[in-house]
């Protein structure tokens, strides 16, 4: 065993606080990376709080980890110490379910192991990525490119693998109508995608405040959704809309907005459920669909596409002491757009 120094939650609504834990010694098939910088994700406030129930306590939060490889075992073949690599919600799966072999562990059958905040196959809790080191299976170890800005990188292994996965399994290509809605630490990413891969992206958004940061991420277009005439010009418009909010909602008008064919991806949670006439889905033969994360063949695919066009994310570094306060700002969404940890200042 090695000794790891993080923050965690010792329990619920507590703040974090300095903690020093065991990781495991490198197995052979393992690789232990030393953290750089680690992304801040609106769901690792849900969980240090027990918002979703079920937390695991202590708790070091933090799934989107990028570093370099310090150590690795006997029989990896993709790593070597010195090497840049990523981690992102998920450390291992069953391996052998019909999803597993199709390289979709997000949807195991038996359920995908987290990152943080659940147990590994010894029975033993996980720990995040607040922390300086972490040692991970080769199979859910990402490579990261050189090119990239390693902090910028870091929200790519949640944010932006959620927010790709939805756009390639809806088959998005160049020419098609994307509608991207809430524009966050999700959506700025579908923003920057979508235009990336040469859609044509208009950003729907209840705060007219927002066009020009929408137009700086590469939107193309911006409706202010409270505004009716504005509404009435994208009926039966999108191809594909991606819903990145968590607020309670009717879904009614944005529906009417797809065209033939069309399809909403859910993404966000809204504590309640959203609200919609069947209607407006029969009418058009229109869908509703939700999707999750993504795989790590999947993630590694975005990853290449990132360090080709030059995509990632937009952030603001913080220390690791600060992240008490960052989870207030977050929850105001004061950030643009996702607080990123310099794990250097732990």
Known sequence: MSVAKGYAALEAHAPLTPFSFERREVGPHDVRIEILFCGVCHSDVHQVRDEWGGSI???????????????????????????????????????????????????????????YNAKDKDGQPTYGGYSNSIVVTEKFVLSVSEKLDLARVAPLLCAGITTWSPLRQWNAKAGDRVAVMGLGGLGHMAVKFAAAMGCEVTVLSTSPSKEADAKALGAHKFVVTKDAEAMKGIRNYFDLIINTVSAPM?????????????????????????????????????????????????????????????????????????????????????????????????
């Open 57 to 115: 306590f202590p708790m070091v939060p933090g799934h989107e980890i990028v570093g370099r490889v310090t150590e690795v075992g006997a029989h990896v073949k993709g790593f070597k110490a010195g090497d840049l690599a990523g981690v992102g919600c998920m450390v291992d799966s069953c391996q052998h379910c019909a999803e597993c072999t199709d390289g979709l562990e997000q949807y195991c059958d038996n359920g995908f192991v987290g990152t």
């Open 250 to 346: 009717d879904l009614t008008p944005y529906v009417g907005s797809l065209r033939l064919d069309g399809t909403m991806v859910l993404l966000g949670v809204p504590p309640e459920a959203p609200q919609l006439h069947a209607f407006n889905l029969i009418a058009k033969r229109r869908r509703i669909a939700g999707s999750l994360i993504g795989g790590i063949q999947e993630t590694q695919e975005m990853l290449d596409f990132c360090a080709e066009h030059n995509v990632m994310s937009d952030v603001e570094v913080i220390r690791m002491d600060y992240i008490n306060e960052a989870y207030e700002r977050m929850l105001k969404s004061d950030v643009k757009y996702r607080f990123v940890i310099d794990l250097a200042t732990i």
